[in-house]
């Protein structure tokens, strides 16, 4: 009796378990237009089931899944390749704000247990979306942690998780990082007093010292990869200007590479185009520290000085100004308060914010787009997604944004890409650039790749393992 209905449990949980794995492994398939880069999704039809019954939509939508699945599988035949002498497509993957939290001493097991969960859902999603789209880059939208107010210790191990886990990285740089910067206990430590001795240096030389381009970088590591892997500053990485410390940006800088570059690719070509890779929270202030703010302004000018010719992809964590309404964030500035007793060297310093001010944005979309253009603007920060254009009036240098294009004069999009993480639907955004040859001009396109909260993906674990358990019973009773 026990055994035919254990039989019984164990069939009915196989069968689920086959179902969930089936979908997690081919989720993409359900939206194959908004999982695909943009030549190739313009092949499958657009929606045209408003006017179809219940029943012939649902097989619609079946025949076009099972139609991307099959795709998938014979990959490599089904491969667009870009017309012969073509500039080949820009294929540019961006990860909203994965903000992985840490597990302290006093952490429960259960919330244990869901942040090592969540890093392996994190890097499901990371892993679905490199083997389908093989994209030329990746970008993570700043936020890669949760709290800014974490040690140097901490920091390095919630890197290594990042590296590993989500991105299934070679860790051995980092681990030799360690080796050459560590405390007695042989636990990662930063040396930043000489980033700081070092920033200072550069900043008091005439020109200032910095060096923050590169040209035609298509990998860090062309033996190993064949992309571009971006790591962008959040205020959860490095705090915002009022919190960022010489400590904070020393090691981010140490781990993840610069926070202030420019990419140009094929400057001397018919079709140049850059990636713009700008750390937003050290824009404004009053900041704690004025060195670090004055170094991303000089970026802004040199990237200026460039006049470079070509298109603009431009990364960055805080989104540009707009008036309330047009995203789920509107304008807000917080400050330390004036008698702030708890860290008194930081009162009336910049505590926070949600955009960037009407007037640093009109700064900055000055120098990054004086060209004219076409381009795009990538955020993160809201974790709620949002899709806004930033009109130019040329003659009094100013933006304004707004849902819909009404400048003749020059726009450019920007896209909040929402958030990777399990609320938010675990999302990867998907960014187009084809150069068309006719008008001689770079176009971009964008979609939001959802997948689902992280509740399916460990549901798909726990009924995978409990299966494999009862069966294995099952075989020997
Ligand atoms: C980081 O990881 C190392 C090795 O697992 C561990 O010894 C150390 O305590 C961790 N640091 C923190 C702050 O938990
Ligand atoms: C990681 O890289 C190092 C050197 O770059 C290499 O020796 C090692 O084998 C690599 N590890 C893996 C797992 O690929
Ligand atoms: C960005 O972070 C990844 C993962 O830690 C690392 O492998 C990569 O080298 C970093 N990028 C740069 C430019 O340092």
């Given at each position: 009796m026990l055994k035919h209905w254990l039989k019984r449990f164990a069939y009915f949980t196989t069968v689920l378990a086959i179902v969930a794995n089936v979908y997690i492994f081919t989720y993409p398939s359900l939206f194959p237009e908004r999982c695909s880069w943009r030549c190739a999704a313009q092949r499958s039809s657009i929606d045209a089931t408003e006017s179809l019954s219940v029943f012939e939509r649902a097989q619609f939508y079946g025949q076009r899944y099972l139609r991307d699945v099959k795709d998938q599988l014979l990959r490599g035949s089904v491969d667009s390749k870009a017309e012969e002498n073509e500039p080949s497509d820009v294929h540019l993957l961006a990860l909203g704000d994965p903000q992985i939290k840490g597990i302290w001493h006093n952490t429960p097991y259960l919330s244990r247990l869901d942040i090592f969960g969540?890093?392996?859902?994190l890097g499901h999603i990371f892993s679905m979306m490199k083997k389908r789209l093989n994209p030329t880059h990746v970008a993570v939208m700043g936020d890669l942690f949760s709290s800014q107010w974490i040690g140097d210790s901490e920091f390095y191990n919630r890197t290594m998780r990042y590296t590993s886990r989500i991105f299934k990285r070679n860790t051995s740089q980092l681990e030799n990082k360690r080796k050459e910067s560590h405390d007695s206990d042989g636990q990662y430590i930063i040396k930043w007093y000489d980033f700081a001795d070092d920033l200072n240096a550069r900043l008091q030389k005439e020109p200032k010292d910095f060096d923050f381009g590169y040209e035609d970088v298509h990998s860090w590591e062309p033996a190993?990869?064949?992309?571009?892997?971006?790591?962008?500053?959040?205020?959860?990485?490095?705090?915002?200007?009022?919190?960022?410390?010489?400590?904070?940006?020393?090691?981010?800088?140490?781990?993840?590479?610069?926070?202030?570059?420019?990419?140009?690719?094929?400057?001397?070509?018919?079709?140049?185009?850059?990636?713009?890779?700008?750390?937003?929270?050290?824009?404004?202030?009053?900041?704690?520290?004025?060195?670090?703010?004055?170094?991303?302004?000089?970026?802004?000018?040199?990237?200026?000085?460039?006049?470079?010719?070509?298109?603009?992809?431009?990364?960055?964590?805080?989104?540009?100004?707009?008036?309330?309404?047009?995203?789920?964030?509107?304008?807000?500035?917080?400050?330390?308060?004036?008698?702030?007793?708890?860290?008194?060297?930081?009162?009336?310093?910049?505590?926070?914010?949600?955009?960037?001010?009407?007037?640093?944005?009109?700064?900055?979309?000055?120098?990054?787009?004086?060209?004219?253009?076409?381009?795009?603007?990538?955020?993160?920060?809201?974790?709620?997604?949002?899709?806004?254009?930033?009109?130019?009036?040329?003659?009094?240098?100013?933006?304004?944004?707004?849902?819909?294009?009404?400048?003749?004069?020059?726009?450019?999009?920007?896209?909040?890409?929402?958030?990777?993480?399990?609320?938010?639907?675990?999302?990867?955004?998907?960014?187009?650039?084809?150069?068309?040859?006719?008008?001689?001009?770079?176009?971009?396109?964008?979609?939001?790749?959802?997948?689902?909260?992280?509740?399916?993906?460990?549901?798909?674990?726990?009924?995978?393992?409990?299966?494999?358990?009862?069966?294995?019973?099952l075989v020997f009773m």
């Open positions: 969540n890093d392996y859902y190993n990869e064949d992309y571009l892997f971006i790591n962008l500053t959040g205020n959860h990485d490095i705090g915002y200007s009022g919190d960022a410390t010489f400590q904070h940006m020393a090691r981010f800088e140490h781990l993840f590479g610069k926070d202030n570059y420019w990419v140009e690719y094929d400057r001397d070509t018919d079709h140049p185009w850059r990636i713009v890779v700008l750390n937003s929270m050290l824009l404004e202030g009053p900041p704690l520290q004025q060195q670090l703010v004055d170094r991303t302004w000089e970026f802004l000018y040199r990237l200026f000085e460039q006049r470079f010719e070509g298109s603009t992809v431009l990364l960055t964590h805080v989104p540009f100004y707009k008036k309330p309404g047009l995203c789920a964030d509107s304008e807000l500035f917080r400050y330390y308060p004036h008698d702030f007793e708890r860290e008194p060297y930081k009162k009336n310093l910049l505590r926070s914010q949600n955009h960037l001010s009407q007037e640093t944005t009109r700064r900055v979309l000055n120098l990054i787009f004086d060209n004219n253009k076409p381009g795009i603007i990538l955020t993160g920060h809201d974790h709620e997604g949002c899709e806004t254009i930033y009109n130019k009036n040329e003659k009094a240098g100013d933006w304004t944004a707004a849902k819909a294009v009404n400048s003749t004069d020059f726009y450019v999009r920007e896209i909040t890409v929402r958030s990777m993480m399990g609320e938010f639907d675990g999302n990867a955004g998907l960014v187009t650039g084809h150069f068309n040859i006719k008008t001689k001009l770079w176009e971009w396109s964008f979609t939001l790749c959802p997948f689902s909260v992280q509740h399916i993906w460990w549901f798909t674990k726990v009924t995978t393992i409990l299966s494999g358990f009862l069966l294995s019973v």
